[in-house]
């Protein structure tokens, strides 16, 4: 006995205190002074920890998920910490503040923050039993701990907010004095009911009324409400999901204490206490993150957007906490009837077990809205699942980086070719196979050329014109094309176009076969790259993210549609005409037309097969399809790989590729109203026919300006000699005596010995 004797004048101390200052109405200033007779309450550190706290908390927003919405509005993922949906008091029904009361804080409109009677009684039964294991808080003081934790962003700061201490107790009791001063009773019990975690994962009323009983807190009845305040004690402990007799339990000890409380007749306690609990048939999990989505690998790309997006934090770390407490809703691009339509191609084409994969990307010309994004392989980590996400870059989220994008790389050497002023029927001879050993092709950083390079057509060659070559997908004339247009002309169109590497971020190599694809680059790239020759030349960058809004409904800075004209608008008309021969019949894509629609597109075939591909558009929408092995190292699809459960015996861009994205487009524009594609000037389809002024006898240089002058586009031919015997003798090359092709406005200079 005499070793309590301590313990208890520390108690007696306290008691004293505590009585004292709330019958003098001093309780606030008493915490303020000196705690001289209390020193040995807690510890020295207690009482000038409790000193030097400030006179108001700071109370953080609470944490509240954030939606991810379609374009419709449709719901499309949650993301949250705490799954929480706020709600102002007129909206928690009565019964539900009437029992949270009755079993937390009876008291709570009559007394001031601090309960005296309560912490009396429970700081008598913890000195009897030695340490703080009794609390005796009320619902302000409930409320100031609460707050303590969601602030807490340390181990440390959450130890100190939980801490089983007199310190903690009497640092919850000083705020709890603020909050008093800042709230009335209703605001204050309004907040506590929006900040109380009742279990299972369920954070406020109005998460747990839907999860509990798919009901909202505005409906909750007297024995649904008991159990929901019977949960705040020990929201593990009391859940019925883990222990439906504890439950009960506790759920009937609120019912006959708001009987005692004279808070309901007899009558409603007797039919409430014949209540079930629950129903667990109706227990309501609100998913959370990309992984429960419908479109999991769209809404991982868009989360990987607004990680990048600093007006949602400083750093990412803080953007993905705020994404998931801060109530965001964000609204995509998503369009759920042509994502509808891109699965449906999906689904027809390929099979879930198949070895090779697909995917598909829809978006806008003239915006940049991604509308749609779909892939063989489903998510997860099982069998013939997969966390890669085929149609977007590397350095997102689960991206691939994508694949070579073989002939469909032809388009860029043609708008390179056509702002060169080079015409629509512009002829080169071009035969099977050609040698370029150590023909040079000008780079923008110099010259480049392979010393060993003898390509060859894998469809027909011939003295082809710029149309024909493009719709057979001639090899040796696109070779020769871009040795007469120069890589560095391809390199700015493409990467104009919003093409780069998809797995290093870096400009494609301007090697000697860009031409025929070369780096890796992903669906929405090439759709969206597509997308400007269909806008006549306007480039946008893709936009999955078109809003975002706080959980105030006001709008957080966010990136929006982002444009520039990319080609000039007879560039891309230009385009357009030689790209709609490839669907006319006798073209590569000639079998993928349908219905009354301007089609253009380009096939693409990898070296060994191991992907193909199909991109198109109308002048409505773009869509880029891809077929390919997806394993390391890659393989050629024709051995070994299946696709819609049958081996891939010749896979080609229009016959492996072509059918998904024919039946992606057919079904996305159904319904579209019906635009066509402008046609191109007459001049850039026969040439323009000038005046070639004399240049022989002129160095290169002035030769050059003289042409450029008269309104001609000059490359330099891959021949170009520096040796000194032919310094000084320049002679030009009119198109009309070359090959013969008729006369257009490239002028190709050669230094030579006077005789070429």
Known sequence: MHADRGGGSKLRALVTFLIVSVMSGALAAGLAIPFAGLAGVGSEKAVETVQTLPRELEIEPVAVRSRILAADGTLIATLYEQNRVPVSLSY??????????????SRFYEHGALDLKGTLRAMLRNQTEGEVQQGGSSITQQYVKLSLVEKARTAEERHRATAVTYERKLTELRYAIAVESQYSKDEILERYLNVVNFGDGAYGVQAAAQHYFRTSAKNLTLAQAAMLAGLVKNPTGYDPTNNMARAKARRDLVIRRMLELRVISVHQANQALKTPVIDPARILKVPNGCASSKYPFYCEYVVSKLLQNPA?????????????????????????RMQKAAQASIEEHTRRTDSAIAAITIVEPGTGLVKAMVQSREYGRGAYQTAYNYNVEKSYAGGFGGFQNGST??????????????????????????????????????????????????????????????????????????????????????????????????????????????????????????????????????????????????????????????????????VNRVLSAVMEPGGTGG????????????????????AVWYAGYAPNLAAAAVVADANLPYTNLMYRHTLDGQDISDPTGSGTAGPLWQTAMQNALDGMPLKRFVAPRATAVAGDRKEIPPVNGMNPDDAEDRLRQAGFDVAIAEDLVDSPENEGTVAYTDPRSREGAPEGSLITIHLSNGDD
């Open 312 to 336: 949602l934090g400083r750093t990412p770390k803080d953007r993905e906490h705020y994404l998931k407490t801060g109530g965001l809703t964000v609204t995509t691009s998503l369009d759920r």
């Open 409 to 574: 790389m032809k388009a860029f050497t043609l708008a390179a070719a056509i702002s060169r002023g080079i015409p629509l029927d512009y002829r080169i001879n071009s035969p099977q196979q050609i040698n370029l050993s150590g023909k040079r092709f000008q780079t923008c950083s110099g010259w480049t050329r392979d010393p060993d390079y003898n390509p060859q057509n894998s469809t027909r060659g011939g003295n082809l014109t710029l149309v024909e070559a493009t719709r057979y997908s001639t090899n040796t004339y696109f070779l020769q094309l871009s040795q007469r247009v120069g890589l560095c002309a391809i390199g700015k169109t493409a990467q104009a176009l919003g093409m780069y590497n998809g797995q290093t971020l870096e400009p494609l190599d301007q090697v000697i076969s860009m031409t025929l694809g070369v780096g890796y680059v992903t669906p929405l790239m090439l759709s969206n790259a597509y997308a400007t020759f269909a806008a006549r030349g306007k480039y946008c960058k893709p936009l999955l993210v078109v809003s975002v809004e706080d959980k105030s409904r006001r709008p957080v800075d966010t990136p929006g549609i982002e444009c520039k004209q990319a080609l000039r608008p007879e560039v891309a008309d230009g």
């Open 92 to 105: 928690i029904s009565p019964i539900m503040r009437k029992a949270i009361v009755a079993i937390e804080d």
């Open 591 to 610: 079998r993928l037309n349908f219905g009354n629609w301007d089609l253009a597109g380009k096939t693409g075939t990898i070296q060994e097969n191991k």
